[in-house]
């Protein structure tokens, strides 16, 4: 049974870097600029349609990438400059609205411009698996542990990405400033802190993490409109379970979660086979699983496992 729940960690960690990336972004935008970003997966989605195109015309992958993730700057930049400076202070609902809208805008210009066939991305990390067998004391019968060497790197540069954006805006200069933004904007601008330049900063890193968790997931998934928009759940879910306000918070809920998810899965998978159910399968559940988190997180600990302030619009 070790080297089961061990198989399932291994899965289950690459998955939830990524969730952890793209909750960064959710995390990131809402802290900062009060604004739950809805349409985070298509902005993201927009920049690695980008970078795709980039590697169609070039056939260079660096390129391709560093197209990408300044296109998702831009756009996040764009998108802070030109409409949410303009609306802010609308009400909840009214925010909603213009991020719903944004979803869909998104994902009509990737159907006019790109269509809707899926398109292939090149591998970013080609690697075999890593076998590895436990002593037979902690494993009698003898059960290989297949860590996937692919996915094993995506996660690496999934996490060294996260933290590495947790620590810009954790000591860097412009990230002292949108943090004392967000935590007491008058006061900021009191001090001569540009807040209008915070918001910009974090819808542009924001979209351009999204862009990111995009090429990192493309290889399997494929480049399409619908490419992000369950990696956006998941990256919701791990912003909600570790701190909405936290972008850390967020990295570790994703983390966690991708774990929580498999061995949810293991344990349902036993529970049918012990019970005779074998017309069931436990993967079916994982939507589920998410969703209750999202429910038992709300109701328990509304700020979230690492977060203790919850503010902006939702």
Request: glycine share 14%; net charge positive; no cysteine.
């Amino acid at each position: 049974m070790l080297v089961q729940i061990l198989q399932q960690i291994a899965f289950g960690l690459p998955q939830g870097a990524l969730y952890g990336l793209m909750g960064f972004g959710i995390s990131l935008i809402f802290g900062i600029s009060g604004v739950t970003n809805f349409a985070q997966g298509n902005a993201g989605m927009i920049g690695v349609f980008v970078g795709w195109t980039v590697y169609a015309l070039t056939g260079s992958l660096p390129l391709a990438l560093l197209a990408g993730l300044a296109g998702g700057a831009l756009l996040g930049a764009g998108v802070d400059r030109l409409l949410m400076k303009r609306v802010k202070g609308l009400t909840h609902a009214g925010m909603l609205i213009i991020t719903l809208g944004l979803l869909m805008i998104f994902d009509g210009l990737a159907l006019i411009v790109w269509g809707t066939e899926p398109l292939l991305f090149p591998d970013l990390f080609k690697a075999p698996p890593i076998m590895v067998t436990l002593p037979p004391a902690l494993n009698p019968e003898q059960l290989l542990l297949i860590i996937p060497g692919g996915d094993l790197r995506t996660a690496l540069a999934a996490v060294v990405l996260s933290f590495g954006l947790v620590a810009f805006f954790r000591w860097s200069k412009p990230g002292l400033a949108a943090r004392a933004k967000a935590q007491d904007e008058a006061g900021a601008k009191a001090v001569g802190i540009n807040v209008a330049a915070a918001d910009t900063l974090a819808w542009a890193v924001g979209v351009a993490s999204a862009v990111a968790a995009g090429f990192l997931i493309a290889p399997k998934s494929t480049v399409a409109p619908t490419m992000l928009i369950n990696l956006q759940l998941y990256g919701f879910t791990a912003a909600v379970f570790g701190g909405f306000a936290s972008p850390l918070g967020a990295v570790v809920g994703g983390l966690l979660l991708g774990v929580i998810e498999k061995l949810v899965v293991l344990g349902l998978t036993s529970l049918f086979a012990a019970a005779g159910i074998l017309s069931v399968n436990a993967a079916d559940f994982q939507l589920s699983v998410v969703l209750v988190i999202i429910i038992v997180t709300l109701t328990v600990r509304p700020t979230g496992l690492f977060a203790s302030r919850f503010k902006g619009k939702v």
